[in-house]
Every structure is written in C-alpha cells, then in structure tokens.
C-alpha cells in the first residue's frame, strides 16, 4: 500500500491517521468537507481511509466502486439504509467497516461467545464515552450487543446498553455477566485515540490483499 486517500482529514481520527501513514511512510491525499472526495484525487491510490460522517461515507463509498479502490470506513452512527449500500458496494470492492477499529474489541467480540457459554446469568453491556460523542449507545456496543444475542444458545431479549457520557473518556465497553453467586466482567479501555488510527491503518494494508466483500476488524486475525 503506497498511496491512501483520508475522508475527514482534518478531523480528530483523521489527523491522527495521517500521523500514522506518515511514520510508515505511506503517502497521503487529505479530503474533507471543504476539499471533497473527487475522481482526480483518487486516480492512481490504493485506499481510501474515512473517519468522516455518515454523508462522507456515502459520497467516498459511490466513488470508491466507480474507480475500484477499496474502503476503509470507521464512521459510526450510520443508518440501515446506508448499511445497505456498504453490503452492494462490497459485491464490487474490498469494504471494511467497522464501528470500532481497535484489535482489542475485535479480540472481546469474539470472546463474548465464551460468556454466552454460561446457563443461568444475566447479561448486560455498559459504554462510557467523552462529552461530544453524538451517537448513543456507541455503534461498538451495539455490536457487542449483537455478538452477545446471537451467541446465546436460547433467543432473549437483552436489556439496552447502558450508556455514560463524561467529560474527556475515550472509550470503555464492558460485558458483564452475573448470577446469584458471581459476576464476571470483560472490559476493554481505549486509552487514546491513536490504538484506532493505527488499527484503521493495519486494517487498510490487509484489506488491498483481499477480493471484494464486507470485512470486519476479527477477520484480520483467527483465535
Ligand atoms: N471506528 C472507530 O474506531 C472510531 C473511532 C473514533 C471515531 N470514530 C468515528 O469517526 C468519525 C469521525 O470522528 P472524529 O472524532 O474524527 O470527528 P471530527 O473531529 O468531527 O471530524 C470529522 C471530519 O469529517 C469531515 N466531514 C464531515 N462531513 C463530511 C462530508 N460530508 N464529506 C467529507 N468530509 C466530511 C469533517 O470535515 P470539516 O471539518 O471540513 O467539516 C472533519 O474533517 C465519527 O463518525 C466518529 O464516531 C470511529
């Protein structure tokens, strides 16, 4: 991977992407809402990386297919229509989305299938998140919510993630699951954002070696 296009480069994520591409050194074109996604701009690069808002997506994905370069995508709060569109776009190009970039939420998501293991407990899933963070809860523990739901041998209905906004908090998702005699949590803390422009990087330079389809950050690796 030598050259990538960031949608929403001059943003919190996309700064700290350029950062990254630039240490690997990976030459970078800067896109956002004032400088948009064009054709031109994206002749003869290998990725486009966005971190940008849902329309962002949606405008970099239609170009993205036209010219065949494949997605990188951690822009969260997006719709199901908009998901849908990433599912068409994947039957042409590599896409991969994903709500939470970390290796370390792809490592619980699959562990999750270890706690729906357990008879008799009740489960819940708990996000803490900075201030300004607009959606709620986090695309990340709805997909944690999902992991748990269809792991669990028997259909249930899991109460909704509980959801804290505070002050400068990065990202934290918990699992909890307790029974009368014990509770057993798996917590994964983001500590800056830099483990999510690093994982969106890594991701981006495995996702130019795969043929089209819709990828997730626990395709990168098997446990
Ligand atoms: N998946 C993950 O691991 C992860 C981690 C952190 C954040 N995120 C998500 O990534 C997104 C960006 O987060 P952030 O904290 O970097 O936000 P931010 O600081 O507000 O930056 C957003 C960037 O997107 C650009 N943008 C907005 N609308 C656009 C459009 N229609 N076309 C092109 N560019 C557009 C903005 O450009 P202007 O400033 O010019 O408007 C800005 O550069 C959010 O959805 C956030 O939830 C995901």
């Not at 259909?155 to 909704?160: D, F, G, N, R, V």
């Amino acid at each position: 991977m030598k050259s990538v296009v960031v949608v929403g480069a001059s943003g919190k994520m996309g700064q700290e992407i350029l950062q990254v591409l630039a240490e690997k050194k990976i030459k970078a074109a800067a896109c956002g809402s004032k400088t948009p996604l064009t054709k031109k701009t994206l002749l003869g690069k290998n990725l486009v990386i966005d971190f940008s808002s849902p329309e962002g997506l949606e405008s970099a994905l239609a170009l993205c297919v036209e010219l065949q370069i494949p997605l990188v995508s951690g822009t969260t709060g997006i719709s199901d229509n908009q998901k849908k569109k990433l599912m068409t776009a994947a039957k042409k190009i590599p896409v991969l989305w994903s709500p939470n970039m970390s290796l370390g939420i792809a490592l619980l998501k699959k562990s999750v299938h270890l706690l729906a293991k357990l008879e008799g407990f009740d489960f819940q899933v708990e996000e803490f998140h900075h201030r300004r963070k607009k959606d709620r809860p986090s695309g990340t523990a709805l997909a944690l919510q999902q992991c748990l739901t269809e792991a669990l041998p028997r259909k249930t209905t899991l109460p909704e993630p509980i959801v804290m906004r505070a002050g400068g908090i990065v990202g934290i998702h918990k699992v909890y699951a307790t029974s009368e005699e014990e509770m057993i949590v798996f917590e994964h803390q983001a500590l800056n954002r830099r483990v999510f422009a690093s994982g969106a990087v890594r991701a981006g330079e495995w996702l130019c070696q795969q043929k089209p389809g819709l990828y997730q950050m626990e395709d990168l690796f098997e446990v």
